[in-house]
């Protein structure tokens, strides 16, 4: 994505941290681009589980993404702010931001993803999640998730670092539950029928995060 599409949707939120937080985000993190190609070519409409401000709908909307997006979080002053950020651009018809938690599932079939979630959730709190989310894909569509996996390196400590500033800090109330190991999130995506393909997708990131993207097998 472009300097100039970085900052117009940037622009559409409101204060300088936000906007700042947009533009490194839009700059910097991989998973909106890995998320665009895993989902593209389907006309099927997109749940993102835990939206935080409706980035990934904004990103793909500028990509020229038709399909429906359904945006939910469970932090009342996020989806506000995406609310908010979708008016501002025209996008209310396309764009759906709901405040609801991973337990308030919509009815709908289509592709899930779920970015940076998983590890907030404690162990048996993120295998329901993961029997919840492949509920709600259709035949062709795709499971995707960017989750910190628990590894013996230098790039899962730094990390656990930023989680404990990202939790003092009241953006993520109550921090990181639960980091799971690869092992621990392909079982259940296999149990249900799945393929799986884990990846790393640090992007330029010290972070130890991980792309995992799960279909029917074809």
Not at 1 to 14: F, N, S, V
Not at 94 to 106: F, K, M, S, Y
Not at 154 to 180: C, D, K
Not at 197 to 209: A, F, K, Q, V
């Amino acid at each position: 994505m472009d300097r100039t599409t970085r900052e117009m949707i940037a622009r559409r939120y409101d204060g300088r941290l936000q906007r700042c937080h947009v533009r490194w985000k839009l700059r910097v993190d991989p998973a909106y681009a890995a998320t665009a190609a895993a989902i593209a070519g389907t006309p099927l409409p997109l749940l993102d589980i835990g939206c935080g401000l409706g980035l990934l709908g904004q990103y793909l909307n500028a990509l020229g993404h038709v399909q429906p997006y359904v945006g939910l979080d469970h932090d009342h002053r996020k989806i506000v702010a995406a609310q908010s950020a979708a008016h501002r651009a025209g996008l209310d018809a396309v764009v759906n931001l709901q405040h609801a938690g991973a337990d308030e599932l919509p009815v709908m079939h289509g592709h899930v993803a779920l970015l940076d979630v998983l590890h907030y959730l404690s162990a048996e709190r993120q295998r329901s999640l993961l029997q919840a989310a492949t509920g709600h894909l259709a035949p062709d569509g795709c499971l995707v998730i960017r989750s910190v996996l628990r590894e013996p390196n230098w790039r899962f400590h730094a990390t656990r670092v930023e989680e404990f500033f990202l939790r003092v800090s009241g953006w993520i109330p109550g921090g990181a539950q639960h980091y799971p190991t690869a092992a621990e999130l392909r079982r259940p995506l296999e149990d249900a029928g799945l393929g799986v393909c884990i990846e790393s997708l640090r992007g330029r990131t010290p972070y130890n995060s991980y792309l995992i993207v799960a279909r029917a097998h074809r």
